[in-house]
């Protein structure tokens, strides 16, 4: 089993910055990829960026430029520093973990990012 915990979330005024972190542990060398999604309020799960394990990263249109996705293999750890932040940005941001039948079978409790404006 492979369980992945977010922190760093929290309340930002539009156009400032927050980091969030992603700790994997468990049968983590199962995972081939990890993301970060996030669910705003009556609205579905987007993807919001993408990791694999070769290094290449993958964005949604509305966060390039932005947002940064990032791992530290040795701490077994995913981030996501995200600037230039707007009221749109504001949701509930979920880690995840492909499995090696790349679907996303691992997800983490959430954490709420709010940005006032």
């Known amino acids: 089993q492979v369980q992945l915990v977010e922190s760093g979330g929290g309340l930002v005024q539009a156009g400032g910055s927050l980091r969030l972190s992603c700790a994997a542990s468990?049968?983590?060398?199962?995972?081939?990829?990890m993301g970060w999604y996030r669910q705003a309020a009556g609205k579905q799960r987007d993807m919001v960026a993408l990791?694999?394990?070769?290094?290449?990263?993958y964005y949604a249109d509305s966060v390039k430029g932005r947002f940064t996705i990032s791992r530290d293999n040795a701490k077994n750890t995913v981030y996501l520093q995200m600037n230039s932040l707007k009221p749109e940005d504001t949701a509930v941001y979920y880690c995840?973990?492909?499995?090696?039948?790349?679907?996303?079978?691992?997800w983490g409790q959430g954490t709420q990012v709010t940005v006032s404006s």
């Open positions: 990791i694999f394990s070769a290094g290449h990263t």
């Open positions: 995840a973990g492909r499995s090696p039948l790349n679907t996303w079978d691992y």
């Open positions: 468990g049968t983590i060398f199962s995972i081939n990829a």
